[in-house]
């Protein structure tokens, strides 16, 4: 299995496979549940190689540990996955 870091980074930077939609399904632990974000919506900082970030539709800043990701979309269909 490819760490989910490999997968993020070909999707920010390699144009032909980016062209996809893409949703990152993290689990949230005060929700006690995998939440589902468009990958358009995050923000990664290139000091902080240990997580993501994203505002979420109430502003709200969420910051995500890359270890708390648990699957990837890319036009609906699961292309990486971790077990729970």
Partial sequence: MKPVQQIL????????????????????????DLISVDFSELQFSSDDHFSFSFVDEFGEIHSVPYHRVKAIYS??????HREH
Wanted: proline share 0%; aromatic share 20%.
């Fill in 9 to 32: 980074n070909r999707i920010r930077w390699d144009e032909d496979f980016a062209k996809h939609q893409f949703t990152i399904a993290y689990y949230d632990r005060v929700e006690k």
């Fill in 75 to 80: 036009d609906g269909v699961l292309i990486w």
